[in-house]
């Protein structure tokens, strides 16, 4: 089974694809993890990126979907895998297309965990992080039992600029304004499955499972 999971920022999609990977026993694909990866192996393409990365630039697509495709020619592959965090662009879901046609291979269902943006940035804003440990807490969802303090060290706990409201905001915009098209991208193959992310994670993972043993025969 080949999926794509696809969801905006704090929409989950970490969690579920970990289940994923239990439940289905395929790997994980994630870019910037298979990024990092080929930067440390020193493969041609990994070189290609780094050389990239050291300047402060986006990696190409065309880099990026050849290491995707390396990886994707791996023999833990074969049985399936799920590519999390690629596709972003239509662009890069064309060169994506085309690079498992070449593979005969193709994508049997592009998960899209819906979340509405107010709850994304209740969720998002609501995080804290240890300025020591590194440690993660949720004033809604996991507080400390002392406010502002790190439960296992002590230590002061503080809101990272990434979870602040403004920034938040803004890369929920940047998502809609590039990656959402997506959705009809692949509805229009017949391929979206839509899912409600509200609600426990045990619980929006059972409406994953259903969605794909539904259209799985």
Excluded: W
């Excluded at 290491?67 to 879901?93: H, M, N, W, Y």
């Excluded at 297309?97 to 291979?105: A, I, N, V, Y």
């Amino acid at each position: 089974m080949n999926l794509i999971l696809l969801g905006p920022p704090g929409a989950g999609k970490g969690t579920q694809a970990q289940k994923i990977v239990e439940r289905y026993r395929i790997p994980q694909i994630s870019t910037g993890d298979i990024l990092r990866a080929a930067v440390k192996d020193g493969t041609p393409l990994g070189k290609k990126a780094k050389g990239f990365m050291d300047q402060g630039q986006l990696v190409p697509d065309e880099v990026v979907i050849g290491i995707i495709e390396g990886r994707l020619k791996a023999s833990d592959c074969q049985g399936g895998f799920i590519l999390d965090g690629f596709p972003r662009t239509i662009v890069q879901a064309e060169s994506l297309q085309s690079t498992l046609t070449k593979m005969r291979k193709s994508i049997d269902h592009v998960i899209s965990i819906e979340v509405d943006s107010e709850e994304l940035v209740r969720r998002l804003t609501g995080r804290r992080t240890c300025k020591s440990c590194g440690a993660m807490y949720h004033v809604l969802f996991h507080p400390p039992k002392k406010d502002k303090v790190c439960d296992r060290c002590g230590a002061a706990l503080y809101q990272r600029e990434d979870d602040k409201e403004e920034t938040i905001r803004k890369r929920l915009i940047e998502y809609e304004r590039q990656t959402a098209p997506l959705i009809e991208f692949y509805r229009a193959k017949n391929c979206l499955r839509p899912v409600q992310g509200v609600g426990g994670q045990d619980e929006i993972f059972e409406r994953i499972v259903r969605l794909l043993e539904a259209t799985s025969g």
